[in-house]
């Protein structure tokens, strides 16, 4: 029987301004960070309250998971905003909101009530779309 | 709809964003709650009462916790215990260690000592970090 999840990917076009974005405006924290050779990182971060579920941040680079070609097109299909990696959940929607706008987040929908909940959608620094809603 | 028009009191919530925007980045000083609560245009009551409904922590516990969280930071860097007490903005050893224990779970020293140890040995074998099959879909067990 599965139990749980406790990895996830996020394909990123820079892993330093993901790191910047994730840690330094979402407020995730850094749960490995590790240096894998030349031009290689292992770099995963945590949810605040939910430590034990790492997102890997991974950079899409030509290497031995995409050839040069599906590279460039999978960088080409994440800045268009073409995936959405999942729902985020805060304590408030409306503070949250305004906290992230003004640290310059990108909201492509403002908190709204909708017949399922109250949700926002936002992009991170790469065009992946996230949608956030509220605790229930 | 405009969202000042959907949400009426959304000007409450900017100013209590303000107030813990101003919490995160001058954490390290001496902070006093009530100028923040001045500041926000709210009496220190309602300031509290409308901060722990929006943070689920009073402004000091929400304070304490930023700074406990960047002395975490700064124990990663084998900075020494006193110096992260009083660069994070705490006025005493013994608070700041009861504070992190209580948060953390560990003592200052020895919450570094373990984060010390967990980055020598992901320096010296990262791979034992990653879960295998990423490893191995780009091409890290090799090394």
Same mark, same amino acid.
């Given at each position: 029987?599965?139990?749980k999840l406790n990895h996830v990917s996020i394909f990123v076009l820079d892993q330093d301004s993901a790191y910047e974005f994730y840690v330094n405006t979402l407020g995730f924290k850094v749960h490995t960070d590790a240096a894998m050779g030349p031009g290689m990182r292992w770099l995963t971060v945590t949810p605040p309250?939910?430590?034990?579920?790492?997102?890997?941040?991974?950079?899409?680079?030509?290497?031995?998971?995409?050839?040069?070609?599906?590279?460039?097109?999978?960088?080409?299909?994440?800045?268009?905003?073409?995936?959405?990696?999942?729902?985020?959940?805060?304590?408030?929607?409306?503070?949250?909101?305004?906290?992230?706008?003004? @640290?310059?987040?990108?909201?492509?929908?403002?908190?709204?009530?909708?017949?399922?909940?109250?949700?926002?959608?936002? @992009?991170?620094?790469?065009?992946?779309?996230?949608?956030?809603?509220?605790?229930? | 709809?405009?969202?000042?028009?959907?949400?009426?009191?959304?000007?409450?919530?900017?100013?209590?964003?303000?107030?813990?925007?101003?919490?995160?980045?001058?954490?390290?000083?001496?902070?006093?709650?009530?100028?923040?609560?001045?500041?926000?245009?709210?009496?220190?009551?309602?300031?509290?009462?409308?901060?722990?409904?929006?943070?689920?922590?009073?402004?000091?516990?929400?304070?304490?916790?930023?700074?406990?969280?960047?002395?975490?930071?700064?124990?990663?860097?084998?900075?020494?215990?006193?110096?992260?007490?009083?660069?994070?903005?705490?006025?005493?050893?013994?608070?700041?260690?009861?504070?992190?224990?209580?948060?953390?779970?560990?003592?200052?020293?020895?919450?570094?000592?373990? &984060?010390?140890?967990?980055?020598?040995?992901?320096?010296?074998?990262?791979?034992?970090?990653?879960?295998?099959?990423?490893? &191995?879909?780009?091409?890290?067990?090799?090394?």
């Amino acid at each position: 029987m599965i139990t749980k999840l406790n990895h996830v990917s996020i394909f990123v076009l820079d892993q330093d301004s993901a790191y910047e974005f994730y840690v330094n405006t979402l407020g995730f924290k850094v749960h490995t960070d590790a240096a894998m050779g030349p031009g290689m990182r292992w770099l995963t971060v945590t949810p605040p309250e939910q430590p034990d579920l790492e997102i890997s941040l991974m950079a899409i680079t030509e290497g031995m998971m995409f050839k040069k070609e599906a590279a460039q097109t999978m960088r080409d299909l994440v800045a268009k905003g073409t995936f959405g990696f999942g729902v985020f959940e805060c304590n408030d929607l409306l503070a949250t909101y305004e906290e992230l706008k003004a @640290k310059g987040v990108e909201f492509t929908k403002a908190p709204t009530k909708e017949f399922y909940g109250f949700e926002a959608l936002f @992009k991170d620094d790469s065009g992946n779309w996230f949608s956030l809603g509220e605790k229930k | 709809m405009d969202i000042q028009q959907q949400f009426p009191k959304i000007y409450l919530y900017r100013r209590i964003v303000q107030a813990k925007l101003f919490i995160d980045s001058h954490y390290h000083e001496d902070i006093d709650l009530n100028n923040i609560a001045g500041e926000a245009y709210f009496s220190r009551f309602h300031f509290i009462r409308i901060f722990k409904l929006t943070y689920n922590k009073t402004p000091h516990q929400y304070l304490t916790s930023v700074r406990i969280d960047h002395a975490r930071l700064l124990l990663k860097k084998a900075i020494p215990v006193n110096e992260v007490c009083y660069t994070v903005g705490f006025d005493s050893i013994s608070s700041f260690s009861a504070l992190f224990k209580k948060l953390s779970g560990y003592a200052p020293s020895v919450y570094q000592q373990t &984060e010390l140890k967990r980055q020598a040995e992901m320096l010296a074998a990262p791979q034992k970090f990653i879960p295998n099959c990423f490893a &191995e879909q780009n091409g890290w067990l090799k090394k």
